[in-house]
């Protein structure tokens, strides 16, 4: 009977097996539309063998488990290459944006409404003493002073909703990660008790595609099946636990959001994905009103001299007589200046960095007191001088550098100096120890402190690591003193309308060059405006004035001078005379005047805005260029894995036209055994009666 009776075994597990399998095939079919599905397979081996004396009885076959059908290394690609693409995808959708609100090309822009400005200043110069001609100019002074405050409203408010964007999609990590880990407790208790959890890993599996197209994350499986998740080093989630994110500001005062861990505030570095496109698309600065870090020009300069005082005092006498026509250069474009100075000898630094003070003027302008500033630093009119040795030993300038860049903090912050370049000149004939200079122009380069080297042609070799890691300039001794002066000019015009930031950031760089412009245009406009007189016969007054004085003119914040309601006020005239045109040929051609960026490409302010707009489309195109082909790389693999993982309706027809027969040849020996026993049960011993 053993033996009989395994046979019944057989068909049984038959019957067991494939009605798991028509099971499985059914439950596949029915989720052929479901999102993230993985086709499930049996996994099937025979039965352990019954040991008769002299041979093995089979007893059928069992289902060992119901697999998945996935692979994991493709996975592992879909996931890596959807962070680059939502990388790409949102600068690209921000430079779309932008695009959008920048209205170019040329008929349609900003490049349209400055071309209509400088014309009607033209136009004034063909008749001075037209009164529609200056009401004109006050009319086309106004629509560009509109147009570009509507630019900068336009570009902080794309600002603010990509931050928004930020808080949704921190919102949407935590989702992730506590259902993550709510799937983590489900699937191993499940497991554990031997059956199978394929769906709710399909749950999550679709979760963890979705966190990484959003963050670059870690993603690691443990061998209990549980899901560990971890950005930037901090556990979202280690098994059944998921920490949550917070946004907070990212600087003090600051209206922009980090992210950062919600128990203990630490910020959490971002790399990649969507969230990181958003930071960058933002900005990843302090979100503080009139930050240069978001824009805003600087409108100030703390200029400092560094003085080696192993040289004579002869050469920077010649230099002195030429501070005054600096300073008055540039507060007569509306830059205040704070002057300062430092001594250094061969010893190391011999006086600390002192700054002169700068009172405002009538314009608001901060304006330093030369003569009392020469007088500290002990220069006369007689031109003594300080009376330096001369020894020709070399200089250690280090701490001094240092001292004027941490005095120039204090200075700044103590007088709430805001918006200030820093630029320090370097003077010094003799030779310059070039101890710790090469990582001290590297921190300068960070810090953006400007730096001018005047010194003899042959200590150039020497500073040139210095020169090269802070980005600044050497000037040869041996120039005339007119050409010294014009280079130090130069390094100062550079450090104002030349200070552009370059990085990944997308609109606060935008900003920062539309700042620089607009601050350049109207100050330019308004030294020009002041130098004249109009036609009652005063003197001339700023075309622009800020909207908020605290702030820099920059876009949101300019507008015309109140004082030109009165179209007598507007300038044309140099000297007054009837007639004279001089101002206004001037404004016209200031668009044609080569004045930003920084000295090694200087352009006019058609060509500046023109590189500006090229800087956008070509930012524009990389990003989709890289979107293309990212979303190329995530399709290929997307499209590989899922050649695994779909459903096949052909191939599951074909399993159950499998499964079925399979089936019904199992119950027909199972009917055959019953008829057998049936007749062994009634029949047996019924011979003879």
Same mark, same amino acid.
């Given at each position: 009977?053993?033996?009989?009776?395994?046979?019944?075994?057989?068909?049984?597990?038959?019957?067991?097996?494939?009605?798991?399998?028509?099971?499985?095939?059914?439950?596949?079919?029915? +989720?052929?539309?479901?999102?993230?599905?993985?086709?499930?397979?049996?996994?099937?081996?025979?039965?352990?063998?019954?040991?008769?004396?002299? #041979?093995?009885?089979?007893?059928?076959?069992?289902?060992?488990?119901?697999?998945?059908?996935?692979?994991?290394?493709?996975? +592992?690609?879909?996931?890596?290459?959807? %962070?680059?693409?939502?990388?790409? %995808?949102?600068?690209?959708?921000?430079?779309?944006?932008?695009?959008?609100?920048?209205?170019?090309?040329?008929?349609?822009?900003?490049?349209?409404?400055? &071309?209509?400005?400088?014309?009607?200043?033209?136009?004034?110069?063909?008749?001075?003493?037209?009164?529609?001609?200056?009401?004109?100019?006050?009319?086309?002074?106004?629509?560009?002073?509109?147009?570009? &405050?509507?630019?900068?409203?336009?570009?902080?408010?794309?600002?603010?909703?990509?931050?928004?964007?930020?808080?949704?999609?921190?919102?949407? /990590?935590?989702?992730?990660?506590?259902?993550?880990?709510?799937?983590?407790?489900?699937?191993?208790?499940?497991?554990?008790?031997?059956?199978?959890?394929?769906?709710?890993?399909?749950?999550?599996?679709?979760?963890?595609?979705?966190?990484?197209?959003?963050?670059?994350?870690?993603?690691?499986?443990?061998?209990?099946?549980?899901?560990?998740?971890?950005?930037?080093?901090?556990?979202?989630?280690?098994?059944?636990?998921?920490?949550?994110?917070?946004?907070?500001?990212?600087?003090?005062?600051?209206?922009?959001?980090?992210?950062?861990?919600?128990?203990?505030?630490?910020?959490?570095?971002?790399?990649?994905?969507?969230?990181?496109?958003?930071? %960058?698309?933002?900005?990843?600065?302090?979100?503080?009103?009139?930050?240069?870090?978001?824009?805003?020009?600087?409108?100030?300069?703390?200029?400092?001299?560094?003085?080696?005082?192993?040289?004579?005092?002869?050469?920077?006498?010649?230099?002195?007589?030429?501070?005054?026509?600096?300073?008055?250069?540039?507060?007569?474009?509306?830059?205040?200046?704070?002057?300062?100075?430092?001594?250094?000898?061969?010893?190391?630094?011999?006086?600390?960095?002192?700054?002169?003070?700068?009172?405002?003027?009538?314009?608001?302008?901060?304006?330093?007191?030369?003569?009392?500033?020469?007088?500290?630093?002990?220069?006369?009119?007689?031109?003594?001088?300080?009376?330096?040795?001369?020894?020709?030993?070399?200089?250690?300038?280090?701490?001094?550098?240092?001292?004027?860049?941490?005095?120039?903090?204090?200075?700044?912050?103590?007088?709430?100096?805001?918006?200030?370049?820093?630029?320090?000149?370097?003077?010094?004939?003799?030779?310059?120890?070039?101890?710790?200079?090469?990582?001290?122009?590297?921190?300068?380069?960070?810090?953006?402190?400007?730096?001018?080297?005047?010194?003899?042609?042959?200590?150039?070799?020497?500073?040139?690591?210095?020169?090269?890691?802070?980005?600044?300039?050497?000037?040869?001794?041996?120039?005339?003193?007119?050409?010294?002066?014009?280079?130090?000019?130069?390094?100062?015009?550079?450090?104002?309308?030349?200070?552009?930031?370059?990085?990944?950031?997308?609109?606060?760089?935008?900003?920062?060059?539309?700042?620089?412009?607009?601050?350049?245009?109207?100050?330019?406009?308004?030294?020009?405006?002041?130098?004249?007189?109009?036609? &009652?016969?005063?003197?001339?007054?700023?075309?622009?004035?800020?909207?908020?004085? #605290? $702030?820099?003119?920059?876009?949101?914040?300019?507008?015309?001078?109140?004082?030109?309601?009165?179209?007598?006020?507007?300038?044309?005239?140099?000297?007054?005379?009837?007639?004279?045109?001089?101002?206004?040929?001037?404004?016209?051609?200031?668009?044609?005047?080569?004045?930003?960026?920084?000295?090694?490409?200087?352009?006019?302010?058609?060509?500046?805005?023109?590189?500006?707009?090229?800087?956008?489309? &070509?930012?524009?195109?990389?990003?989709?260029?890289?979107?293309?082909?990212?979303?190329?790389?995530?399709?290929?693999?997307?499209?590989?894995?899922?050649?695994?993982?779909?459903?096949?309706?052909?191939?599951?027809?074909?399993?159950?036209?499998? $499964?079925? #027969?399979? #089936?019904?040849?199992?119950?027909?020996?199972?009917?055959?055994?019953?008829?057998?026993?049936?007749? /062994?049960?009634?029949?047996?011993?019924?011979?003879?009666?």
């Amino acid at each position: 009977m053993g033996v009989g009776f395994s046979s019944i075994e057989i068909a049984r597990s038959g019957l067991s097996l494939n009605d798991r399998g028509l099971f499985v095939t059914g439950h596949n079919i029915s +989720n052929v539309n479901t999102p993230g599905y993985v086709r499930q397979q049996l996994s099937i081996s025979d039965s352990k063998y019954q040991n008769e004396v002299n #041979y093995q009885i089979g007893l059928g076959a069992d289902v060992q488990r119901t697999r998945q059908i996935r692979h994991t290394f493709l996975d +592992n690609v879909y996931r890596m290459e959807s %962070e680059n693409l939502g990388y790409w %995808e949102t600068r690209q959708k921000t430079f779309t944006d932008i695009q959008a609100v920048m209205g170019e090309p040329m008929n349609a822009g900003l490049q349209n409404v400055m &071309n209509q400005y400088w014309d009607s200043w033209q136009e004034l110069s063909k008749d001075p003493e037209s009164l529609t001609t200056r009401a004109l100019v006050r009319q086309r002074g106004d629509s560009i002073a509109q147009y570009i &405050n509507h630019l900068g409203s336009q570009l902080d408010k794309l600002q603010s909703d990509l931050n928004s964007e930020i808080n949704v999609r921190v919102n949407e /990590i935590n989702d992730i990660t506590k259902n993550v880990a709510e799937l983590n407790v489900k699937i191993l208790s499940v497991e554990t008790a031997d059956d199978s959890a394929n769906d709710l890993r399909d749950q999550r599996n679709v979760l963890l595609d979705r966190i990484s197209k959003l963050v670059d994350c870690g993603i690691n499986e443990t061998q209990d099946g549980q899901i560990d998740i971890t950005i930037g080093g901090y556990f979202l989630v280690n098994r059944g636990v998921n920490e949550r994110l917070k946004t907070v500001d990212n600087k003090a005062g600051s209206m922009f959001s980090a992210v950062a861990l919600e128990k203990t505030g630490t910020i959490v570095p971002i790399k990649n994905g969507v969230l990181k496109g958003l930071m %960058e698309s933002r900005g990843e600065v302090a979100g503080t009103t009139g930050s240069f870090e978001n824009g805003s020009p600087n409108d100030k300069v703390d200029l400092v001299f560094a003085f080696n005082t192993n040289d004579t005092a002869q050469r920077r006498d010649e230099l002195y007589d030429k501070i005054d026509s600096i300073v008055k250069d540039y507060n007569n474009r509306g830059i205040g200046v704070r002057l300062g100075y430092v001594t250094f000898d061969d010893t190391g630094m011999t006086s600390p960095t002192i700054f002169e003070n700068s009172t405002k003027n009538a314009s608001g302008i901060y304006v330093p007191d030369v003569d009392s500033f020469k007088a500290h630093i002990g220069n006369t009119a007689l031109g003594t001088g300080i009376g330096f040795t001369g020894t020709g030993t070399a200089g250690v300038a280090e701490v001094a550098l240092k001292d004027a860049q941490s005095a120039s903090d204090t200075a700044d912050a103590a007088t709430n100096w805001r918006n200030t370049s820093k630029q320090i000149i370097i003077y010094s004939n003799s030779a310059i120890d070039t101890t710790g200079l090469s990582a001290l122009g590297n921190q300068f380069n960070t810090d953006r402190v400007k730096t001018t080297i005047i010194s003899d042609a042959s200590n150039k070799t020497a500073l040139k690591g210095f020169i090269d890691n802070s980005g600044g300039s050497f000037v040869d001794n041996s120039l005339s003193a007119s050409d010294i002066a014009d280079n130090v000019s130069e390094s100062i015009r550079s450090s104002i309308y030349g200070d552009m930031i370059q990085s990944n950031n997308i609109i606060s760089d935008l900003k920062n060059k539309m700042n620089l412009m607009v601050n350049a245009m109207t100050r330019e406009v308004n030294s020009l405006h002041r130098s004249g007189f109009n036609l &009652n016969g005063d003197g001339g007054v700023d075309f622009f004035v800020p909207i908020n004085p #605290y $702030y820099p003119m920059q876009m949101g914040n300019i507008m015309v001078n109140p004082k030109l309601d009165d179209l007598k006020n507007i300038v044309s005239s140099v000297n007054g005379a009837v007639g004279d045109n001089t101002i206004a040929v001037g404004i016209s051609n200031l668009r044609n005047k080569a004045m930003m960026g920084n000295t090694a490409n200087i352009q006019d302010m058609d060509d500046f805005y023109r590189s500006i707009i090229g800087g956008i489309g &070509n930012g524009g195109d990389e990003a989709q260029t890289a979107a293309e082909g990212q979303n190329t790389l995530v399709s290929s693999a997307d499209n590989a894995r899922q050649a695994i993982t779909n459903v096949s309706m052909d191939e599951e027809m074909t399993n159950m036209m499998k $499964y079925q #027969y399979a #089936y019904n040849a199992a119950a027909r020996v199972l009917n055959v055994f019953d008829e057998m026993f049936e007749s /062994i049960v009634n029949k047996l011993g019924t011979v003879g009666r």
